[in-house]
């Protein structure tokens, strides 16, 4: 139980911390390719998207608790309690998956952006 705990907290901050660190990333993308810099409606885009993901999660899980005989206050049927640990484990994994299928295919390396900021440092000398 420990370990399962301590590789879901692990996953979730690697997962938190990765989306983070890729909004300077594409400021800097809207930036060179736009040649407007637009830090508000991209951070203020992922706040709202981060938001609106983590209340569309929890409508999800209850309607998958209700999907599975959830009754509150109550042991648990053999059916709710797979239904549970389902949605503990194994849903979470399969978008984690897809998460770092989707992340691999990520065009901005450390080339493309230094490329990216040698250019938007010429145009901004000009």
């Not at 040649?35 to 309607?63: C, P, T």
């Not at 209700?66 to 399969?94: C, E, H, L, R, W």
């Not at 080339?111 to 145009?123: L, P």
């Amino acid at each position: 139980m420990t370990r399962s705990l301590l590789s879901n907290v692990s996953a979730i901050i690697s997962a938190n911390n990765s989306t983070w660190t890729m909004i300077p990333d594409m400021v800097e993308y809207s930036q060179w390719n736009l040649s407007i810099r637009r830090e508000g409606i991209l951070y203020g885009f992922f706040s709202f998207a981060f938001k609106f993901s983590a209340a569309f999660s929890g409508i999800i899980a209850g309607f998958g608790l209700d999907y599975f005989g959830y009754i509150p206050n109550v042991a648990q049927q053999p059916s709710a309690q797979f239904g549970i640990k389902m949605i503990m484990t194994a849903i979470p994994f399969v978008f984690i998956i897809a998460g770092i299928i989707v992340i691999l295919f990520y065009p901005i390396d450390a080339a493309m952006h230094e490329k990216m900021i040698d250019e938007i440092k010429a145009r901004e000398s000009v």
